[in-house]
């Protein structure tokens, strides 16, 4: 039982990284290789509009422009968070946690509700509710802030035990592994899944990136630098 828990926790975590980083890649090649910096919107509309198509042309669902914008939001707001991937990788939030704190345009609330969602860790509809409802804002007012903290915890309680199914029932996870939401997948098919994105995503990538194989040990090395 443990052990197919450890590997289903895998498979969560694997996506959401995989996700997270190649939404951020498109995010930055809009905006460095596309869009050259430029911040006009008629022209980022044309950009945005013609790779929606050519995406979804070679790809298939979950590149429409609602998507790409989100991606290029994405990379501005979080320029830095590829390069943290490794050292966060059991404390990497989905994607669906950061489409949502893109709402937030405050970047001292947004990095706050960042860091709370990692440690206490919110589900996507916990999060989106504390956003909603002032969270941030009344703890910095409230001299008492246990009861603050009380009244989130009782009325988010019904999200935080329905949080184990938002990864199977999102959409986002569903289009990107290529799945519809009432598909039945074993794991296996899933572990698949993940990897064949993964492959054709390092392989676009061009030099610098390297796909070494689908089932890889990896030793530790006892050598001392």
């Given at each position: 039982?443990?052990?197919y828990?450890l ?13 997270v980083?190649?939404n951020w ?5 809009i905006?460095?290789e ?8 008629d022209y980022?509309?044309k ?5 929606s198509k050519?995406l ?25 968070i590829v390069n ?6 059991k ?15 405050d970047k001292?609330a947004?990095?706050?509700y ?14 989106q ?13 409230s001299?008492?802030k ?5 009244e ?29 939401l ?17 492959q ?11 796909f070494?194989?689908?089932q890889?040990?990896l030793?530790k ?5």
């Open positions: 039982m443990l052990y828990r590997r289903e926790q895998y498979a969560h975590r694997s996506v959401n990284i995989a996700l980083q190649r890649f498109i995010g930055y090649r905006a460095e596309e869009l050259k910096g430029k911040d006009r919107a980022g509309e950009i945005i509009k013609k790779l050519e979804t042309k070679k790809y298939g669902k979950g590149f429409d422009r609602r998507q790409l914008y989100y991606c290029l939001k994405f990379y501005k707001t979080f320029p830095e943290a991937v490794s050292s966060q990788f404390r990497l939030l989905s994607w669906t946690h950061y489409r949502i704190l893109l709402q937030v345009f001292e947004r990095d706050w960042e860091k709370e969602a990692l440690k206490e860790s919110w589900g996507t509809r916990t999060l509710r504390n956003i909603d409802t002032q969270y941030y804002y009344r703890l910095l007012k001299q008492a246990e009861p603050v903290i009380k989130m915890q009782e009325n988010t309680k019904e999200f935080e035990l329905e949080k184990k199914l938002e990864f199977i029932k999102s959409p986002v996870i569903a289009e990107f592994l290529g799945y519809s009432d598909s039945k997948v074993n794991e296996t098919e899933l572990e698949k899944s993940i990897i064949n994105n993964l054709k995503f390092m392989m676009e990538l061009g030099k610098g990136y390297a070494v194989a689908r890889q040990q030793k090395s006892n050598h001392k630098l």
